[in-house]
Structure formats: C-alpha cells, structure tokens
C-alpha cells in the first residue's frame, strides 16, 4: 500500500512569491492534515480538510490557506512567501476525521524562501 | 503557536545505554503520543497514550501518561544504533472538531561508536 506522497519534495522560491504544495494522502485516508516544521518553532499544526471541508485550523496567518479535492488530494499554498516561511512542510492523513493513531506522514516538502 | 516543553533537547549516548524523555505541558491533554523522525522523513508514531497514569510498551520503547495529564514520559532500554533519530511527543485533546495535536520540541538522540 502506498504511503503519503508529496510533491515537490524541495522548493526554492523568493521573497513575495507564492507557492502551492500537494499531498496525496493513502488510499482510501478522507483526512489531510498539514504542518510546518521548523528548527526554532518545532511542529505546528496548520490545518485539517475532511471530505473537501477544512474542520480545524492552526494559528497561521491568511496567507497559509489549503483546499481540498474529491478524491482527497490536497494543497496548500503559501502567498506573498516570507523568508520565515522557510521549512519543512509535512502533510499526513488518516482514515476518518482526525485521528493521531491512524494518521500516517508524509516525507514532507523542504520550502527555501530567498 | 503553542508547544510543550520536551526535555533532554538532545542526547549522546553509548550503545547499549537506556534512554529517558519527557514532555510537560501546561495544560491538560487526553491523549500522549510519541513520534521518531529520521532525516528526509516524516514522524512515525511509536507509542499513543489514551489513560492518565497508563504504562504502554512497545518492544524496547516505554510510555507513560503522567497522573497529572500534564507529562508523559518515553524510554527505551538497551539502545541500538538505528534508535538515532528525533522524538517527539505530542498531546491531543478530544474536543470535537479541535483534535489537533501539539508537539514537543524534540529530542535528538545519537549514538556514540
């Protein structure tokens, strides 16, 4: 069984740009969560989307947005990017509504904001 | 964003040595979990905590959901080299539609030849 892919795995962009980020969770997963992973912050959770409708949401600010398809493929784009958007994006998912236990990671997206 | 506070930050040690970790928290969680990340991947679960005071292993790997529902505590016993990695914890609360989870800030184990 497949685990979670994402694409791109690295990412260069500058400042001011913006960048869309895709997560193709496990089949059959209806849940996607995304975070962001950095050195000085750690693990933040960004946001969930279950059956193409977000259900929680992280303290980012709006420029951090995310959607959702029908066969549950996900994106998150990123607008107007600042260098300290610079991190590891990680997507996971999981069978039904948020569960940690069932959620499975993704390698993550690796962003570099110049 | 909030984290909970995840000590040693990181470990050097000798094979073969046991390991310990904690996690505390100001606030309450109803769910501990313990996450290993090796570079270029993402966490693995190990362990997930779901009682206050509840002991769960799994192999060399020893959990604990702290009494207080503030702490949670991980060792592992008798290292071997593919144990290097970094561990997260992570506490859940259960609140319907705000299960989100928050990490610990991670612990680097290395191992010493």
């Known amino acids: 069984k497949a685990g979670v892919t994402q694409t791109p795995r690295y990412l260069i962009k500058t400042r001011g740009q913006q960048v869309t980020l895709s997560c193709s969770p496990i089949?059959?997963?209806?849940?996607v969560s995304w975070y962001q992973q950095t050195p000085g912050q750690g693990l933040q959770f960004l946001f969930e989307?279950?059956?193409?409708?977000?259900?929680n949401k992280g303290n980012f600010p709006g420029r951090f947005s995310g959607r959702q398809f029908s066969n549950s493929r996900s994106e998150m784009n990123v607008s107007t990017l600042e260098l300290g958007d610079s991190a590891l994006y990680l997507c996971?998912?999981?069978?039904?509504?948020?569960?940690?236990?069932?959620?499975?990671f993704g390698p993550g997206t690796r962003l570099l904001v110049l | 964003g909030q984290q909970l506070n995840q000590s040693p930050q990181s470990m050097f040690i000798q094979e073969g040595e046991d390991v310990s970790m904690n996690c505390t928290s100001s606030?309450?969680?109803?769910?501990w979990l313990w996450y290993k990340q090796d570079p270029g991947e993402g966490p693995v679960l190990l362990i997930a905590?779901?009682?206050?005071?509840e002991l769960t292993s799994n192999g060399r790997l020893t959990a604990q959901f702290g009494i207080t529902r503030k702490d949670s505590f991980l060792n592992i016993s008798a290292s071997i080299p593919s144990d290097v990695g970094i561990y997260f914890c992570?506490?859940?609360?259960?609140?319907?539609?705000?299960?989100?989870?928050?990490f610990g800030t991670g612990t680097r184990l290395t191992i010493i030849p």
């Open positions: 996971a998912s999981s069978l039904g509504f948020f569960t940690a236990e069932t959620q499975y």
């Open positions: 089949s059959g997963h209806r849940s």
């Open positions: 989307y279950f059956s193409e409708t977000q259900r």
């Open positions: 606030s309450i969680f109803n769910t």
């Open positions: 905590l779901y009682k206050a005071g």
């Open positions: 992570a506490g859940q609360t259960s609140n319907f539609g705000n299960e989100k989870l928050t």
